[in-house]
């Protein structure tokens, strides 16, 4: 029977961009037979038989129009996200047969599904056969990705002989295992063919497009159809639910970003919680058993999945909703409110739920369908009992809706059809996995906010990285994404607000634009890079071949021009421009041809070691000219490590892939989850072989060997700061990939050749016997090679390393001193070699070079010395020495073992050398220095500190060598750790004093303290040093330093000394009237105190001296009150006893001073009057009570003080206050 068929309605205008559905029919009669009316004709039928309790006007149809809208307004999406469907009942439950069947799923199955039969495991188990490795055997794929051997999706064991079945289990069965995975007597059952059919349908068609074709379709195939329509592999929820997806090794995003979780989650990428993926904590919500309430409607999915009580949160409950089409996820809604890119944990542990325990899941038609079976009773009846249940929620909408349809005008009543969100897509539908393109334009936004379009791009790097894999995986969303993200860029308000403003470009910016610039450089820049990109095309028949074939040889070939199409095998070569095929690698590689791009690459790399090969043959027959010559020119500009492209990694990624033992390969079936974010625990395998590849030889020998001759090119180093810190960034994560794979025998014989090939290439090579001055630095590729030979070829190893120690960017240039500065990539470095932005990275990685083959050379007195001869050769900088030093030293003397003498000696030059380089410079480090290399002389014993005392002047400077080398010598805990005898002791102890002695000629200012304190035990030294003292107290040395003496004689028991250095001192002071908190007034009222006691004649010596040079008015004042408190030469000299006499003021030497204190007073008065303010007047008149008591110690003082008061009220009359305060005190 044929339904009616009329011109298509309009959908209303909210509805305009989805299908409306035709004149719809519904079949109405008893058992003699079904009639087909429309939906007006229905109503009218209807009319005739009104419904006993809703009226006359109301029909069946309307009621089901009213319930559908019902429905849909209970989930967000509204109806703009459904699809139309006809008001007619299902066909097909009844009559089904299986010809009827077959009819209906013949034109689904293609030729490909019989092109290998399926032979009975039994009968092959007997003949000891395994099935035949079927392109695409009839059992369901991707299921078995999700399931582990040996167990079924469901649970069920494979013993049972059932993988996982779905809602209509007896209808089909599906394979227990991949092909040739069974074991020998397993019985392997085949799908059905409604199985077949359906899932070929429920992959490629939408479900309109079936309801279209086919006038009837039976239920049980509607039922299959919805069953295969969800997706059946977790490798999309993951790629849709974390940045990690465990193909690839993401330990570094592209770009140095390190791979992790969503830029919006604000967590470090470089350092992220893998558990805390979206994808792992669904798992962990599916494995706990947090899903609950499965359904599956039509196309939708929904249940409910509890996140667990937390020490900061309660227990909450999600409401998960899915819909899908077509095996990709169209939508999803979560209550829990995600707001990011991708897919929150509820929602993935819903989606991997479906995908393992499909027979767990409650398998329903289309909520339409359920409805067509419907009376009249019962459509009114679910209509009243879902309002009853939701009324809080849609008894608005459900009044506004029956208001509409009782309408004859009114637009609902004009559509034919009713929305239902369960009824799959639409013919006009993009079938694509949901993204959220509005996150993934704010993630956009967020990043640009946080400071601007480079430096800190690691969440951006992210999303690149995910529009890749998106592309690998063949994913339209991919190519989505990163329109987005390039609009966003274009759309942020700053370009044209720079550009009206006119906004100058800030030195990093006009950094970064001058690398793009091609004008005056002979080399590809970005900009030649695009235009060649704009031409490249895939045309090329010898590239064709290459890539769709394993089989394309030329075994006739014999044209062994430079660029042959093929070499003398007959393998074929593909010449271009290194960066650019390997771009076409990645490509393929990008856009899921993984086959193609291991083809290309594998050319590619034969290639390079054909090149490779005839550049050795070139330098060999040039060597002796190059050689004579002693300079080279740059063999390649532009190196293919930190490359923009990044061909060597490309090629190493494309092989390394191919040989990666995972479960896929292993047992048959991708255990997904379980491989997730574990490349690094990845093994790998040397097959499988390829037709190109040489004996022995595998993907993984032919991934390393490309590494290693990318590495070893040698190459100029690039212009610009951010150029420079790519090719560090790039070469390490190259290195961190291959310290990832485990040597064995063949890999060896690779780094052999390779190490051999570098040393022997000539200006091809990095470490080739002349290379360019500009040329990239080997120091931590060399490391890697040194660290990988060492226990195979010791030799070979030392012999790369040392060569690799070179710096040639620094030999032709002076020493500059010291040159230590923080150890970061993009420190710029002034004033040395200003293009060389990662300088200071290069220098430390030279350094751990050296380190490492000191370590490696301990105990081979020969190999210590080329390795001391390099360091001192090649490295130029202080810092670095010093810690090479260091690391020496710690070497020779661990706990375990006796000191290594040699590496010892290694140690201590090291230590001279620095020492030598920052003797004239300042550096805040050098006093540690000192110290250590006394240390490590120590260590060595009696000649070496004996030794750097005799050269103390070209090592230290002459406090250095007094205060800290000399004194350490001659410390207790020196002697006790030497064992010295007392003719060792006396030997030491000399050449200390003479140092001391030298130092104090050289440095009296500085030196002469500790030269007296070293030569305190040797009477002639000690003269001798208290004479240099003497001699230059007169010119070069300050009057603290004499104070500091004298008060050292007279701690000694010297105290006519320490008066003479005390005078000295004080004719070298000055102290201005108002410098009453001077430092050296203490050392003033020590030496007068130290005069008066020594007697009455040293006293009046002094007092002229102090008159001369102290004017400040209290200090005089405390010198005069000491003076007469006590009788001068109390104990004088020899303990000779003066009489006990006071002296008196009145008289010399005592009336000098009084006169000066009394004069200083005066003068202080007036000057502090010149300048007063109100608020010191207080402090003055205590001033002037302090300066009444020093005049009232004169025999006339009264007098004299009263005159003064006098002279003040006259002379500063005007001051009132001031002066009224004056009276009150002093009348």
Same mark, same amino acid.
């Given at each position: 029977?044929?339904?009616?068929?009329?011109?298509?309605?309009?959908?209303?205008?909210?509805?305009?961009?989805?299908?409306?559905?035709?004149?719809?029919?519904?079949?109405?009669?008893?058992?003699?037979?079904?009639?087909?009316?429309?939906?007006?004709?229905?109503?009218?039928?209807?009319?005739?038989?009104?419904?006993?309790?809703?009226?006359?006007?109301?029909?069946?149809?309307?009621?089901?129009?009213?319930?559908?809208?019902?429905?849909?307004?209970?989930?967000?999406?509204?109806?703009?996200?459904?699809?139309?469907?006809?008001?007619?009942?299902?066909?097909?439950?009844?009559?089904?047969?299986?010809?009827?069947?077959?009819?209906?799923?013949?034109?689904?199955?293609?030729?490909?599904?019989?092109?290998?039969?399926?032979?009975?495991?039994?009968?092959?188990?007997?003949?000891?056969?395994?099935?035949?490795?079927?392109?695409?055997?009839?059992?369901?794929?991707?299921?078995?990705?999700?399931?582990? #051997? *040996?167990?079924? %999706? $469901? &649970? =069920?064991?494979?013993?049972? !002989?059932?993988?996982? +079945?779905?809602?209509?289990?007896?209808?089909?069965?599906?394979?227990?295992?991949?092909?040739?995975?069974?074991?020998?007597?397993?019985?392997?059952?085949?799908?059905?063919?409604?199985?077949?059919?359906?899932?070929?349908?429920?992959?490629?068609?939408?479900?309109?497009?079936?309801?279209?074709?086919?006038?009837?379709?039976?239920?049980?195939?509607?039922?299959?159809?919805?069953?295969?329509?969800?997706?059946?592999?977790?490798?999309?929820?993951?790629?849709?639910?974390?940045?990690?997806?465990?193909?690839?090794?993401?330990?570094?995003? #592209? *770009?140095?970003? %390190? $791979? &992790? =979780?969503?830029?919006?989650? !604000?967590?470090?990428? +470089?350092?992220?919680?893998?558990?805390?993926?979206?994808?792992?904590?669904?798992?962990?919500?599916?494995?706990?058993?947090?899903?609950?309430?499965?359904?599956?409607?039509?196309?939708?999915?929904?249940?409910?999945?509890?996140?667990?009580?937390?020490?900061?949160?309660?227990?909450?409950?999600?409401?998960?909703?899915?819909?899908?089409?077509?095996?990709?996820?169209?939508?999803?809604?979560?209550?829990?409110?995600?707001?990011?890119?991708?897919?929150?944990?509820?929602?993935?542990?819903?989606?991997?739920?479906?995908?393992?325990?499909?027979?767990?899941?409650?398998?329903?038609?289309?909520?339409?369908?359920?409805?067509?079976?419907?009376?009249?009773?019962?459509?009114?009846?679910?209509?009243?009992?879902?309002?009853?249940?939701?009324?809080?929620?849609?008894?608005?909408?459900?009044?506004?809706?029956?208001?509409?349809?009782?309408?004859?005008?009114?637009?609902?009543?004009?559509?034919?059809?009713?929305?239902?969100?369960?009824?799959?897509?639409?013919?006009?539908?993009?079938?694509?996995?949901?993204?959220?393109?509005?996150?993934?334009?704010?993630?956009?936004?967020?990043?640009?906010?946080?400071?601007?379009?480079?430096?800190?791009?690691?969440?951006?790097?992210?999303?690149?990285?995910?529009?890749?894999?998106?592309?690998?995986?063949?994913?339209?969303?991919?190519?989505?994404?990163?329109?987005?993200?390039?609009?966003?860029?274009?759309?942020?308000?700053?370009?044209?607000?720079?550009?009206?403003?006119?906004?100058?470009?800030?030195?990093?910016?006009?950094?970064?634009?001058?690398?793009?610039?091609?004008?005056?450089?002979?080399?590809?820049?970005?900009?030649?890079?695009?235009?060649?990109?704009?031409?490249?095309?895939?045309?090329?028949?010898?590239?064709?071949?290459?890539?769709?074939?394993?089989?394309?040889?030329?075994?006739?070939?014999?044209?062994?021009?430079?660029?042959?199409?093929?070499?003398?095998?007959?393998?074929?070569?593909?010449?271009?421009?290194?960066?650019?095929?390997?771009?076409?690698?990645?490509?393929?590689?990008?856009?899921?041809?993984?086959?193609?791009?291991?083809?290309?690459?594998?050319?590619?790399?034969?290639?390079?070691?054909?090149?490779?090969?005839?550049?050795?043959?070139?330098?060999?027959?040039?060597?002796?000219?190059?050689?004579?010559?002693?300079?080279?020119?740059?063999?390649?500009?532009?190196?293919?490590?930190?490359?923009?492209?990044?061909?060597?990694?490309?090629?190493?990624?494309?092989?390394?892939?191919?040989?990666?033992?995972?479960?896929?390969?292993?047992?048959?079936?991708?255990?997904?989850?379980?491989?997730?974010?574990?490349?690094?625990?990845?093994?790998?395998?040397?097959?499988?072989?390829?037709?190109?590849?040489?004996?022995?030889?595998?993907?993984?020998?032919?991934?390393?060997?490309?590494?290693?001759?990318?590495?070893?090119?040698?190459?100029?180093?690039?212009?610009?700061?951010?150029?420079?810190?790519?090719?560090?960034?790039?070469?390490?994560?190259?290195?961190?990939?291959?310290?990832?794979?485990?040597?064995?025998?063949?890999?060896?014989?690779?780094?052999?050749?390779?190490?051999?090939?570098?040393?022997?290439?000539?200006?091809?090579?990095?470490?080739?016997?002349?290379?360019?001055?500009?040329?990239?630095?080997?120091?931590?590729?060399?490391?890697?090679?040194?660290?990988?030979?060492?226990?195979?070829?010791?030799?070979?190893?030392?012999?790369?390393?040392?060569?690799?120690?070179?710096?040639?960017?620094?030999?032709?240039?002076?020493?500059?001193?010291?040159?230590?500065?923080?150890?970061?990539?993009?420190?710029?470095?002034?004033?040395?070699?200003?293009?060389?932005?990662?300088?200071?990275?290069?220098?430390?990685?030279?350094?751990?070079?050296?380190?490492?083959?000191?370590?490696?050379?301990?105990?081979?007195?020969?190999?210590?010395?080329?390795?001391?001869?390099?360091?001192?050769?090649?490295?130029?900088?202080?810092?670095?020495?010093?810690?090479?030093?260091?690391?020496?030293?710690?070497?020779?003397?661990?706990?375990?073992?006796?000191?290594?003498?040699?590496?010892?000696?290694?140690?201590?030059?090291?230590?001279?050398?620095?020492?030598?380089?920052?003797?004239?410079?300042?550096?805040?480090?050098?006093?540690?220095?000192?110290?250590?290399?006394?240390?490590?002389?120590?260590?060595?014993?009696?000649?070496?500190?004996?030794?750097?005392?005799?050269?103390?002047?070209?090592?230290?400077?002459?406090?250095?060598?007094?205060?800290?080398?000399?004194?350490?010598?001659?410390?207790?805990?020196?002697?006790?750790?030497?064992?010295?005898?007392?003719?060792?002791?006396?030997?030491?102890?000399?050449?200390?004093?003479?140092?001391?002695?030298?130092?104090?000629?050289?440095?009296?200012?500085?030196?002469?303290?500790?030269?007296?304190?070293?030569?305190?035990?040797?009477?002639?030294?000690?003269?001798?040093?208290?004479?240099?003292?003497?001699?230059?107290?007169?010119?070069?040395?300050?009057?603290?330093?004499?104070?500091?003496?004298?008060?050292?004689?007279?701690?000694?028991?010297?105290?006519?000394?320490?008066?003479?250095?005390?005078?000295?001192?004080?004719?070298?002071?000055?102290?201005?009237?108002?410098?009453?908190?001077?430092?050296?007034?203490?050392?003033?009222?020590?030496?007068?105190?130290?005069?008066?006691?020594?007697?009455?004649?040293?006293?009046?010596?002094?007092?002229?001296?102090?008159?001369?040079?102290?004017?400040?008015?209290?200090?005089?004042?405390?010198?005069?009150?000491?003076?007469?408190?006590?009788?001068?030469?109390?104990?004088?000299?020899?303990?000779?006893?003066?009489?006990?006499?006071?002296?008196?003021?009145?008289?010399?030497?005592?009336?000098?001073?009084?006169?000066?204190?009394?004069?200083?007073?005066?003068?202080?008065?007036?000057?502090?009057?010149?300048?007063?303010?109100?608020?010191?007047?207080?402090?003055?008149?205590?001033?002037?009570?302090?300066?009444?008591?020093?005049?009232?110690?004169?025999?006339?003082?009264?007098?004299?003080?009263?005159?003064?008061?006098?002279?003040?009220?006259?002379?500063?009359?005007?001051?009132?206050?001031?002066?009224?305060?004056?009276?009150?005190?002093?009348?």
């Amino acid at each position: 029977m044929m339904s009616e068929r009329g011109a298509s309605s309009h959908a209303p205008p909210s509805y305009q961009h989805e299908r409306c559905s035709q004149t719809c029919t519904r079949d109405v009669g008893g058992k003699e037979g079904n009639r087909h009316i429309s939906t007006g004709s229905l109503r009218q039928e209807l009319a005739h038989h009104p419904p006993p309790t809703l009226g006359s006007s109301f029909s069946w149809a309307v009621l089901f129009t009213f319930m559908a809208s019902i429905c849909i307004r209970l989930r967000p999406p509204p109806w703009a996200s459904s699809r139309y469907r006809p008001l007619r009942p299902c066909k097909g439950r009844r009559g089904v047969t299986q010809e009827w069947l077959a009819a209906f799923l013949v034109p689904f199955i293609r030729y490909t599904h019989f092109r290998y039969p399926l032979r009975s495991g039994v009968i092959m188990a007997e003949r000891g056969q395994l099935p035949f490795p079927v392109k695409r055997l009839c059992c369901r794929p991707g299921y078995g990705s999700a399931s582990r #051997p *040996g167990q079924r %999706a $469901g &649970g =069920t064991s494979l013993s049972s !002989g059932v993988l996982c +079945a779905g809602p209509s289990s007896a209808t089909a069965t599906v394979a227990a295992a991949a092909p040739g995975l069974l074991p020998l007597g397993k019985i392997q059952s085949p799908e059905s063919l409604l199985d077949i059919a359906a899932r070929k349908v429920a992959e490629k068609w939408p479900f309109q497009q079936v309801e279209e074709r086919f006038e009837r379709i039976p239920e049980p195939v509607q039922r299959r159809i919805v069953y295969w329509s969800f997706p059946r592999s977790e490798k999309e929820i993951c790629m849709y639910s974390s940045f990690n997806t465990g193909t690839e090794d993401l330990t570094t995003a #592209p *770009g140095g970003a %390190a $791979g &992790g =979780t969503a830029p919006g989650g !604000g967590a470090d990428t +470089a350092a992220v919680d893998e558990n805390r993926l979206p994808f792992r904590r669904g798992i962990v919500l599916l494995d706990g058993g947090y899903v609950d309430d499965v359904l599956q409607v039509g196309f939708h999915l929904s249940g409910t999945v509890t996140d667990p009580a937390m020490q900061s949160e309660p227990e909450t409950v999600c409401n998960v909703a899915i819909s899908f089409d077509r095996c990709k996820i169209t939508s999803v809604t979560c209550s829990c409110g995600n707001k990011d890119i991708f897919y929150c944990a509820h929602v993935v542990a819903l989606s991997l739920y479906r995908i393992r325990k499909p027979d767990q899941v409650k398998l329903h038609l289309p909520i339409s369908e359920t409805l067509f079976q419907m009376n009249r009773d019962q459509l009114q009846k679910f209509v009243q009992y879902l309002i009853t249940v939701h009324h809080t929620e849609v008894l608005p909408t459900a009044q506004k809706l029956a208001d509409e349809i009782l309408s004859q005008n009114s637009e609902i009543n004009q559509v034919h059809g009713a929305p239902d969100p369960t009824a799959g897509a639409s013919i006009d539908d993009e079938n694509c996995w949901h993204l959220d393109e509005e996150q993934v334009q704010e993630q956009v936004k967020l990043f640009l906010s946080q400071g601007g379009y480079h430096g800190s791009g690691k969440q951006l790097n992210l999303l690149f990285a995910k529009v890749r894999e998106m592309l690998k995986m063949r994913d339209s969303n991919g190519a989505r994404m990163l329109t987005l993200i390039t609009e966003q860029f274009m759309a942020d308000p700053r370009l044209s607000l720079w550009t009206q403003q006119g906004t100058a470009m800030t030195d990093k910016y006009r950094q970064l634009w001058d690398e793009l610039d091609s004008s005056n450089r002979p080399r590809r820049t970005v900009f030649t890079r695009a235009i060649e990109a704009c031409e490249l095309h895939w045309q090329d028949s010898h590239l064709q071949h290459i890539i769709s074939s394993d089989l394309y040889t030329n075994y006739c070939y014999h044209e062994h021009t430079e660029n042959s199409l093929f070499d003398s095998r007959g393998w074929p070569l593909w010449h271009e421009h290194v960066p650019t095929a390997c771009a076409r690698v990645d490509a393929l590689r990008s856009h899921g041809c993984p086959q193609e791009a291991l083809r290309l690459a594998i050319a590619i790399v034969n290639t390079l070691r054909r090149q490779q090969q005839k550049q050795l043959e070139m330098f060999q027959a040039q060597k002796k000219e190059l050689l004579q010559i002693g300079v080279t020119s740059i063999t390649n500009l532009e190196g293919w490590v930190g490359h923009p492209l990044d061909p060597i990694g490309t090629l190493f990624s494309s092989l390394i892939e191919a040989c990666r033992i995972d479960d896929e390969s292993f047992h048959g079936f991708s255990d997904f989850t379980e491989n997730m974010g574990q490349c690094k625990s990845l093994e790998y395998q040397q097959l499988p072989e390829h037709k190109f590849l040489e004996e022995g030889e595998s993907y993984l020998t032919l991934a390393v060997e490309v590494a290693l001759i990318g590495l070893g090119q040698q190459r100029i180093m690039p212009d610009g700061l951010y150029a420079q810190e790519k090719v560090c960034r790039n070469e390490e994560q190259l290195i961190s990939k291959l310290q990832e794979i485990e040597l064995d025998d063949t890999l060896v014989k690779i780094f052999r050749k390779q190490a051999v090939f570098l040393l022997e290439a000539g200006p091809y090579s990095g470490l080739g016997e002349v290379i360019h001055q500009d040329s990239v630095p080997m120091h931590t590729f060399a490391k890697y090679l040194f660290t990988c030979l060492l226990p195979h070829d010791a030799e070979l190893a030392f012999k790369s390393a040392l060569r690799a120690m070179r710096l040639l960017v620094l030999e032709s240039m002076a020493p500059l001193g010291d040159t230590s500065r923080p150890h970061h990539i993009a420190s710029v470095v002034p004033n040395r070699y200003p293009r060389w932005f990662t300088l200071s990275h290069i220098e430390s990685q030279q350094c751990e070079l050296a380190s490492t083959m000191l370590t490696a050379a301990k105990g081979d007195v020969q190999r210590l010395e080329k390795v001391l001869e390099s360091i001192q050769k090649n490295i130029h900088s202080s810092s670095h020495i010093f810690k090479l030093a260091q690391d020496a030293f710690k070497i020779a003397t661990l706990m375990d073992n006796l000191p290594d003498i040699t590496l010892l000696k290694v140690s201590l030059e090291l230590g001279l050398q620095v020492m030598r380089m920052t003797l004239s410079t300042l550096n805040w480090r050098r006093r540690e220095m000192v110290r250590w290399l006394v240390t490590c002389a120590t260590e060595i014993g009696v000649y070496a500190l004996d030794s750097i005392m005799q050269n103390w002047f070209t090592l230290f400077t002459p406090t250095e060598a007094t205060s800290i080398v000399a004194t350490t010598v001659m410390s207790n805990s020196t002697i006790v750790h030497l064992h010295l005898d007392c003719h060792q002791q006396e030997k030491l102890a000399s050449s200390a004093r003479t140092l001391a002695l030298q130092c104090a000629m050289k440095d009296p200012q500085n030196c002469a303290l500790s030269a007296l304190t070293l030569c305190e035990k040797d009477h002639i030294a000690f003269e001798t040093a208290y004479q240099i003292v003497l001699n230059a107290a007169t010119t070069s040395m300050s009057y603290s330093q004499l104070f500091t003496i004298a008060r050292y004689m007279e701690h000694r028991g010297y105290p006519m000394r320490a008066y003479k250095l005390a005078t000295l001192a004080i004719t070298h002071l000055n102290l201005s009237y108002n410098q009453d908190t001077h430092p050296a007034i203490n050392d003033v009222l020590w030496a007068c105190v130290l005069s008066h006691s020594l007697g009455k004649n040293e006293l009046a010596a002094i007092i002229p001296l102090v008159i001369k040079s102290v004017k400040c008015a209290t200090v005089l004042s405390d010198i005069l009150r000491r003076c007469t408190l006590t009788t001068p030469g109390m104990v004088g000299l020899h303990g000779r006893r003066n009489s006990g006499k006071f002296m008196s003021v009145d008289k010399a030497p005592l009336r000098q001073l009084l006169d000066a204190t009394i004069g200083a007073y005066i003068n202080t008065t007036h000057s502090r009057l010149t300048h007063i303010s109100p608020r010191h007047y207080s402090e003055f008149i205590e001033f002037l009570s302090k300066a009444r008591e020093t005049f009232l110690m004169a025999h006339d003082g009264h007098m004299q003080f009263t005159q003064f008061i006098d002279n003040l009220k006259q002379i500063y009359k005007g001051k009132k206050k001031l002066m009224m305060l004056v009276r009150e005190r002093f009348g």
